[in-house]
């Protein structure tokens, strides 16, 4: 990676960016994209609100994002982690996970969750190495749901 990896709040001035970012990451797993199941991307700022949405840097150029916001069970969840192609596998996903995770535990939170596809096996593979277990799976939805506690 050429640069240093920074990791900034949201601010609405990367909407754009961040909005291409992750409806890039999810058309090349998904083959296509429908726009309307993602209505949390339209408006970033006005959705995660005062909850943490973060997006990651090398020099100019937006390399990842990802968010954490509080469940109603009093756990937290990560959405949207994503990392522009070019950079897998070289640190990022690691550094913004490693971020939230401080960011929740320094919320005192206890227990962090996400879910994924049942067939997004890279994404499994790398949740799993970051210590999450899967707890379920959502056979209708065809999803994957993993837990870690802090």
Not at 48 to 74: P, Q, R, W
Not at 87 to 107: F, P
Not at 111 to 135: C, K
Request: proline share 3%; glycine share 8%; aromatic share 10%.
């Amino acid at each position: 990676m050429t640069g240093e990896l920074v990791i900034r709040p949201f601010q609405p001035s990367f909407q754009d960016e961040a909005l291409r970012l992750i409806e890039a990451g999810l058309a090349e797993h998904f083959g296509s994209l429908d726009p309307t199941r993602n209505p949390d991307l339209r408006d970033i700022a006005g959705f995660y609100g005062a909850e943490n949405f973060d997006v990651a840097f090398v020099g100019d150029e937006m390399v990842g994002t990802a968010a954490l916001k509080h469940e109603s069970d009093g756990s937290c969840r990560i959405a949207r982690m994503s990392v522009r192609p070019e950079y897998r596998r070289r640190g990022v996903g690691t550094a913004m996970l490693d971020h939230l995770l401080s960011v929740a535990a320094a919320r005192g939170y206890t227990r962090i969750v996400l879910e994924t596809t049942r067939d997004w096996h890279a994404a499994q593979a790398f949740y799993r190495a970051n210590g999450f277990r899967i707890v379920s799976v959502d056979e209708a939805r065809a999803d994957v749901n993993f837990e870690r506690r802090l």
